[in-house]
């Protein structure tokens, strides 16, 4: 019987851990899609995700209005700070350099914290979980229907992501920036626009993530630094600039937490995913699936 | 050329020396050598943050764990086990070091955001080992009992005596860093900061310097958190979070970190908005930090060091 | 010690240089006789600059023994090659334009007049006295390279030809006995190639053996006493500017790679 319960034990471990690790993931692939097209690390990344939670919270517990509009409208705004960030915090910058963006956008994420203190306060939010909260038991564990809720928009922004870059004339022209922003720009793109639609998607997918996330595990307005360091995490164990390695990286560097807190001591919970960001930093820097030409040519 | 002339140390020094009899006279600032102490504890930091960020060209986001080692190496010797404190000022330096050693050989050979987050990580761990270790640490809640200094018997326990004690440290530190900028190793810094291939080139051990000025830092933040320790007689995590190493970024950001001066001068600044100009924003004192933050980024990117060349500048068109 | 001029300083035994996929220098062997300037002269991507990266330690070399006085040097770290005696400047110019002329030139000086952390914080007696060494050794190559005059200036407000001559100087500060030089001509005007080249020829006059990259055929021929060919990473032809000025092979190297051009218009 006590074996019974250990394993179900590692199984709710492991289901948790993916949970999280798909907001990590969606942290990660913001973190890539504006890397990609711009070589900057928005370290303002985790502010999208405690924002998306507590517009959420204000609009469809304060205000009111149903799910179905409160969602697309929290995005939207989401959209716009990240927008703001991009025209105020990084286009201003007229010499920019690595350390120069690494401040402006910790300034940036220090402005949001601290702003998001002041309308919502220190105390944690809570949301109504979107399908209800009767639990799932599946081989012992207990599983939260907002699980697969946050499971499934990360599959459904994968989804859209490919589409979006693969098929469609904007996506193609942001892959196109990616790759050479300079002769991107001799055939006609305009690079600025395309690096503020890069800011606009991760917010979007960072307040995507925000929203799904706290209901389960509410929402405060400091979340935001350590849940970027771990996106950052998962970005480099994938390998930065890969978006498969995203994914990867994210649901990984969640099992790992989730069972290190589990089976360890608790109260180390965030080193375990700081732990496994300085193990890929120092052996392996160009992690799981990027290619370490990459890792050097690019300018870190 | 780099000359870093004396007047200005005389001159500051001076200042120094008479502040605490000029702050009785004036009406209103009586409190201010009790910041000044904090100012002088800083400027230990950003004195040697700013070597390694201005000059060597290396970021740390981690500086609050050094501070952190050297306060809680002291309060654990001093309080826990009646250890002379100047003995244990020493140990919390060389514990310092060690780690810097230890972290810094891994972590230098990476540039950029991977050499910044690694550095972030490190001093959140830190942190959060200062917070779970709570038999050695006292935890969240602090430690104290942490005695005062003394030195042949002579106590350092009044606010000017102390003053005193920070500041003849503060300028140690600051005339051997400046000794070191003018001389064959701050070249080398520089160098590296400038083009490491080419240092290289030159038979520059880049690796090895790089780990020097990071554990020199590293030894500086220790003496400060030591001294931070024997001031308060309390000391509790929370001062040794990621905030404050992001702090110490406006510091010497602020201020202008090409330049020793500006680690002067931002830390005196940030100590006055901490303690004096910002109250009436109470907690919310964050939102104007970032935006301090930002405006000299986009706007002074050399910091307030800065302005007189930039005047200079402007003048000559 | 035996100092004949036919004594090799440097020897380069099958070299192979590979990137990934990409092999830059395959099969690579020559000497470089102390004392002499040789050029390296191809086409472009013949992997020169790869080569003075090989042999200055940036990389080591996939296969292969360098040999530098009698030292195998293929593994070493670049400072410690350095250090033996080998110094380089570099195609894209890489002053430390944070600095001075003067302490450009200063930070040459640095394997050779040392000092101590700890007794430069405390400004100890003998570190004036080294400051004031490093300063006259500067201030004398500045004035051997001509550029004297404007030692207190920033590094990066002199013009091209200065910069790449200030590259040199801070170059010789290190006391080589060989000095790898890539393409010092490049982007130089007439005037300046001829100092140029006229201070390659001193810096031979004072026994500093020079290896050197450059596509600028005049200057090539005009100063170097042995030169090597390398096309696709490997060496083609050697000897003197005659024999390789009419080696057919060298030839068509040349006139094959402008055919490549013409191809694409």
Known sequence: MEEFTFTSQLFQYLITGLTVGSIYAMVAIGFNIIYNVTEIINLAQGEFVMLGGLIMVFLHVAAGLPLLLAFPLTVILVTLVGMLLDRLAIRPIRQPSVLTLIIATIAASIIIKGIAMFIWGKDPFDLPAFSGRVPIHFMGAVIQPQYFWVGGFLVATVILLTFFFEKTITGKAMSACADNPDAASLVGINVKHMILLSFALSAAIGAVAGITVTPISLMEYDRGAMLAIKGFGAVVLGGLGSFPGAILGGLIMGTIESFGAGLVHSGYKDAFALIVLLAVLFLKPSGLLGSIEISKIKKF | ?317 | ?265
């Open chain 2, 1 to 317: 050329m780099l000359r870093i002339r004396t007047f200005p140390i005389v001159t500051f020094a001076l200042f120094i020396i008479l502040f605490p009899w000029v702050a009785r006279i004036i009406p209103g600032i009586g409190h201010y050598p009790d910041l000044m102490i904090f100012a002088g504890i800083y400027c230990l930091m950003t004195i040697g943050l700013s070597l390694l960020m201005g000059y060597a060209g290396q970021i740390s986001l981690g500086q609050a764990a050094f501070f952190g080692i050297g306060a809680y190496v002291s309060g654990i010797l001093t309080a826990t086990y009646g250890l002379n404190p100047w003995l244990g000022m020493v140990i919390g330096m060389i514990v310092a070091a060690l780690v810097a050693v230890i972290v810094g050989v891994p972590s230098l050979k990476l540039h950029g955001h991977y050499l910044a987050m690694a550095t972030l990580a490190f001093g959140i761990i830190v942190f959060i080992i200062f917070n779970e270790e709570v038999e050695l640490t006292g935890g969240p809640d602090g430690m104290t009992g942490i005695p005062v200094l003394s030195l042949f018997g002579f106590a350092f326990d009044s606010l000017e005596k102390y003053y005193y004690l920070v500041w003849v440290f503060v300028f140690a530190a600051f005339i051997f860093t400046i000794n070191l900028i003018q001389s064959r190793s701050g070249r080398a810094l520089r160098a590296i900061h400038a083009s490491q291939a080419a240092s290289n080139a030159m038979g520059i051990n880049v690796p090895r310097f790089k780990i020097m000025v990071f554990v020199y830092s590293a030894i500086l933040a220790a003496l400060a958190g030591s001294l931070y320790a024997h001031y308060l007689n309390f000391i509790n995590p929370t001062t040794f979070d990621l905030f404050f190493s992001i702090k110490l970024l406006i510091m010497i950001a602020l201020g202008g970190m090409h330049e020793i001066w500006g680690a002067i001068i931002g830390a005196f600044l940030v100590t006055f908005l901490s303690f004096e100009w910002l109250h009436f924003f109470e907690e919310f004192e964050v939102i104007v930090y970032g935006f301090i933050l930002l405006v000299v980024t986009i706007f002074l990117p050399h910091g307030l060091v800065g302005i007189p060349h930039i005047i200079k500048d402007w003048l000559r068109r």
């Open chain 3, 1 to 265: 010690m035996n100092e004949l001029r036919t004594e090799n300083i440097l020897e380069v035994e099958d070299v192979m240089m590979a990137f990934g996929g990409l092999t830059a220098l395959i099969n690579l062997n020559f000497q470089v006789e102390s004392g002499i300037i040789k050029a390296i002269i191809g086409p472009n991507g013949a992997g020169k600059t790869t080569l003075f990266n090989v042999i200055t330690g940036t990389f080591p070399p996939t296969e292969g023994a360098i040999r530098f006085k009698s030292h195998l040097i293929q593994n070493l770290k670049a400072h410690e090659i350095s250090r033996l005696g080998i110094s380089r400047t570099f195609q894209t110019v890489e002053l430390f334009t944070n600095m001075t002329v003067l302490e450009n030139v200063m930070v040459g000086c640095h394997t050779r007049i040392k000092s101590a952390f700890i007794a430069e914080g405390l400004r100890l007696p003998q570190i004036k006295k080294k400051e004031a060494q490093m300063r006259d050794r500067a201030m004398e190559i500045l004035k051997f390279i001509g550029l004297d005059d404007k030692y207190s200036e920033s590094a990066d407000s002199l013009p091209l030809g200065e910069r790449k001559i200030l590259e040199i100087g801070r170059a010789l500060a290190t006391e080589p006995e060989l000095i790898c030089l890539d393409e010092p001509a490049a982007g130089l005007n007439e005037t300046e190639t001829r100092a140029a080249a006229d201070l390659i020829r001193r810096i031979k006059e004072r026994g500093i053996t020079v290896l050197l990259v450059e596509h600028d055929m005049k200057v090539v021929m005009d100063i170097s006493d042995h030169i090597m060919v390398l096309n696709y990473g490997e060496k083609i032809a050697e000897g003197s500017p005659a024999e390789v000025q009419n080696d057919s092979r060298v030839i068509e190297a040349y006139l094959g790679s402008e055919e490549e051009n013409h191809a694409s218009d």
